[in-house]
Nanobody, 122 residues
Framework: VQLQASGGGLVQAGGSLRLSCAASGRTFSRYAMGWFRQAPGKEREFVAA????????YYADSVKGRFTISRDNAKNTVYLQMNSLKPEDTAVYYC????????????????WGQGTLVTVSS
């Protein structure tokens, strides 16, 4: 499956952004989806994930209550709505797909998209 992320940009602290990740090549509903991020000098970390049907969602503690992951299987797209953004949310955000596991560990992701940069100014 090929993944194309978009929606990153520059936003002030307290603002919002919505990231999108469009999938192509395979049946989208076969894959659990996730978002990870990597800040300069840091390891890639889990942000959010969603199960194949969208019935289960998982979040890192640092984004709970502020970020929402969703998917539209008819549009082959997963979204990450980011509200109340903080400067520490600044990172390159990557979408991830896995047919067998909900992707919550960077080392066990089956497919990666290219990143999209989110910059939050203070």
């Amino acid at each position: 499956v090929q993944l194309q992320a978009s929606g990153g940009g520059l936003v002030q602290a307290g603002g919002s952004l919505r990231l999108s990740c469009a999938a192509s090549g395979r049946t989208f509903s076969r894959y659990a989806m996730g978002w990870f991020r990597q800040a300069p000098g840091k390891e890639r970390e889990f942000v959010a994930a969603i199960s194949w049907s969208g019935g289960s969602r998982y979040y890192a503690d640092s984004v709970k209550g502020r970020f929402t992951i969703s998917r539209d299987n008819a549009k082959n797209t997963v979204y990450l709505q980011m509200n109340s953004l903080k400067p520490e949310d600044t990172a390159v955000y990557y979408c991830a797909a896995d047919a067998d596991l909900v992707p919550t560990v960077a080392g066990r992701v089956e497919y990666w998209g290219q990143g999209t940069l989110v910059t939050v100014s203070s």
